[in-house]
């Protein structure tokens, strides 16, 4: 099967690779019929890179047809359309039942330190092939797979793989008292999210972010988006009584923008030899800390700031004076996938489409096409926003639509825009 591979620090290919297999009897193989690139895949092109082998298959926002199950699986049948959550968890360990299963104990990469296991996301996490691919072996099937109906494009269905639930779970995290205000910090698709949530939930919400089209989408959406400087802080203040917002959601991570000595070091470690860069990276804290550090400075005293944007590094600076002192409660974390489905299954099978879940995607393509559209991204060139790549659509497989890509225009901000399901 052709599958994206990672080759090196910003250059990922299209290669043939083995179909996978059923190797544990809760295995199930899918045929992938869409599947996202995320701002988490941006790290292994860049910062994450020494924890990469070279032909590991990235991807973990996937869907598509059940082909096959192991003997274990009796929750799914061949044929079933499914949406497979990016953390592999087991359902029944300790931390599952407790509604953190991206602890799951039965999954965790404990010789990394590492919480559970995640598709196609390097050594740290456990190097499971990933989704961006014609099919995918995914574990645990006996309980992640999300069924859905056969109604509906991909892409209404799409996002509760990864970026629905923790725009979701940030929020949750956030602790909002009720009518007051939450900052979002970053508007890619998390941001995106988490801003259409927190409004959803009656909040007042003021987004932030450097790029005029990002802002533009969340304003279509009905939330106020300022732009990124370094007067950030006060403006936020500005606008709440000079307190600050109650919380403040960090939907950045560690390719935040703002802090070129920072940023420096971070390309530096890209550079080093593996074994010295995944040192460095885990403990010389290379990253780039300006979205956290604003966040910092924003929150009102006594507020919460929630993490969502992924960091690395031990040794970063943190003003922990200031943060005793605002009294911040500070939540984070990988997304608890399965722990919000039956909150957020209502919302995308509502017609209205409350989350405008079928306004996001600006590019959906050919799987083949997939290592020009991770610079697109990463560049935030040509409007790109959500990249949704479409294995069917591959060149040789259709020889029809060959190489096409489909951009949706800035109104296409409801379900009447899928023809109707
Ligand atoms: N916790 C989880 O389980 C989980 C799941 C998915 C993604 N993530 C993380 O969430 C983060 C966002 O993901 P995404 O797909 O939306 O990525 P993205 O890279 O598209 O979005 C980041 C956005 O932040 C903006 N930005 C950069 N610097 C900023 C600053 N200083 N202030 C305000 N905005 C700034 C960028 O312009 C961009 O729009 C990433 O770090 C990703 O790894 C975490
Ligand atoms: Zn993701
Ligand atoms: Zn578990």
Redesign the pocket.
Known sequence: MKALTWQGKRHVTIENVPDPAIQAPTDAIIKITSTA???????LYEVLGPFMDKDDVIGHEPMGIVQEVGSGVTNLSPGDRVVIP??ISCGHCWMCERGLQ?QCETNQVRDQGSGTTLFGYSRLYGSVPGGQAEYLRVPNADYGPIKVPHTGQDEQWLYLS??L??AW??VQYAHVPEGGTLAV????????FTARIGKHLGYRVIA????TE?RGMAERHGIEAID?DEH?GDRLRLATDGRGPDAVV??????????PVAGFAHQAVGMLPDAIGRLAMKTAGAD?L??LQ?AIDAVRRGGTIS?????GGMADPMPMLTLFDKQIALT????N?KHWIDDLMPLVDDPSDPLGVLDLATHQVPLDRAPEMYET??K?EDGC??VVLKPELSTNATGGTEGETTRFPADAGSHEADGGR
């Open positions: 690139i995320c701002g988490s895949d941006l790290h990016f953390t991206s990864d970026i639930p923790t779970q940030a910090l970053g508007l890619g698709p998390v941001g995106q932030v972010d450097p790029v990002r990124q950030v960090d939907a950045v991570g560690m390719e935040a923008h703002g802090s780039r300006n979205a604003t993490l969502s944007g992924v960091y984070m974390g990988q997304c996938v991204f990463q935030k926003i959500k």
